[in-house]
Structures are given as C-alpha cells and as structure tokens.
T-cell receptor, first 116, second 115 residues
Framework: AQSVAQPEDQVNVAEGNPLTVKCTYS??????LFWYVQYPNRGLQFLLK??????LVKGSYGFEAEFNKSQTSFHLKKPSALVSDSALYFCAVRVTNSNSGYALNFGKGTSLLVTP | DGGITQSPKYLFRKEGQNVTLSCEQN?????MYWYRQDPGQGLRLIYYSQIVNDFQKGDIAEGYSVSREKKESFPLTVTSAQKNPTAFYLCASDTGGRWSTDTQYFGPGTRLTVL
C-alpha cells in the first residue's frame, strides 16, 4: 500500500531561518509525491510535486522539496522562513490501487509555526 | 481554491437529519473526490468518482452517499447513519486516469457541526 508519514506534529522556527518539514514514504513502484499547505478553515493549496526527473523540486512561495530514493524521503524546505508561512502542511502520495481509485493518501499533517 | 466551489461554508445539523454538501468545479476535470478532515488525522477518502454516473466508496464511506449526474457536480449527503459527522469536508478534482500525474485541486471546504 502506498502511504506517507510525517513524523513531526509541529515544527517551530524563527523568521529568517531555514525550515524543513519531514515526510517519508512507503510505495511499491515509482512514487508520485505532493506537498500541500492549509491555512485555518481553508482548503488545501498545492505547493509542489515530484513525478520523475530532478530530485530537487521547486514550487510555490519559495518552497522546494528533495526526493531521496535511498532514504524514501520527500522533505519540504525553504531557505528563509516567513511568519506568513505558519500553517498546516500535508505530504501526500498518489494511490494506484483499485480500492481508492487514484486519490491521494495524506500524512497527518505538520503544523509549522514561524516566530518573529 | 481554484475553480472548485463548496457550499455552504458552515453547516449545522441536528441529530437524525440528513444534510447535503455541494461541490461544483469548472475545471473540466473527470475525477472528483470527497475527503473528511479531523484534527490530527489528516484527510481520509469518503467517496470518489472517475466519470459521470459512476462513483466508488473510499476508506470511510459508511453513513455517506453521493451522486454524479453531471461532470461539474459531486454532492455529498451525510446521513443520520453517520455516527460522528462533525468534521471539515473537502472536495477535490483532477483529470483522473490510472497514471495521472496531474495535480489534485481542492475546494475551500465545508465545516459541519452536529448540534
């Protein structure tokens, strides 16, 4: 079964410092991996995705993610955090089995708090 | 939130009532999905539809029903059989397809509270 795990419920970082939000995956075959961000009482906004090719994926709002096949990880990164980056972040993997169509299987989410 | 609208934004239900959540998309997407979000549990799949007039149960379909009569619309009914319906409900869509690498887009969500 395709699944992702986000080992941290919350990440705290000071504004201007680099941030990392961790995600590991368990997938048979090639993974299709996604990162989304959610602000309070809003829907999910797409940040970036890894399908194939370059292991460093660049996305919206200055975020990037590094796909590491040997460590089965897909960590989200940003060189310099902003207070406005404070939100809930979800890692997801495309499911490709007959029980769930081609829906996304989400991690439990990581709350990012950036302090001034 | 793109081209997906959900209504209402907030919904209050008395116990024993059925309620219907609306989801409409203008992205010309074939596939539509309903997820439920609870604090600390991420998103869980309720139902999905790959094409008009066809839909399938997801991981937590009990107590819910859907229809897909039009490509643009995928309403979700929360029935009285759903034991704990208080949650945030998210509708999503994408182009579908077995090896779809396309992005899935989400609506703004409906927060349902049982009184």
């Amino acid at each position: 079964a395709q699944s992702v795990a986000q080992p941290e419920d919350q990440v705290n970082v000071a504004e201007g410092n680099p941030l990392t939000v961790k995600c590991t995956y368990s997938v048979s075959g090639n993974p299709y991996l996604f990162w989304y961000v959610q602000y309070p009482n809003r829907g999910l906004q797409f940040l970036l995705k890894y399908i194939t090719g370059d292991n460093l994926v660049k996305g919206s709002y200055g975020f990037e993610a590094e796909f590491n096949k040997s460590q089965t990880s897909f960590h989200l990164k940003k060189p310099s955090a902003l207070v406005s980056d404070s939100a809930l972040y979800f890692c997801a993997v495309r499911v490709t089995n007959s029980n769930s169509g081609y829906a996304l299987n989400f991690g439990k989410g990581t709350s990012l708090l950036v302090t001034p | 939130d793109g081209g997906i609208t959900q209504s209402p934004k907030y919904l209050f239900r008395k116990e024993g009532q059925n309620v219907t959540l609306s989801c409409e998309q203008n992205l010309n997407h074939d596939a539509m999905y309903w997820y439920r979000q609870d604090p600390g549990q991420g998103l869980r799949l309720i139902y999905y539809s790959q094409i008009v007039n066809d839909f399938q149960k997801g991981d937590i379909a009990e107590g819910y029903s859907v229809s897909r009569e039009k490509k643009e619309s995928f309403p979700l009914t929360v029935t009285s059989a759903q034991k704990n319906p208080t949650a945030f409900y998210l509708c999503a869509s994408d182009t579908g397809g077995r090896w779809s690498t396309d992005t899935q887009y989400f609506g703004p969500g409906t927060r349902l509270t049982v009184l």
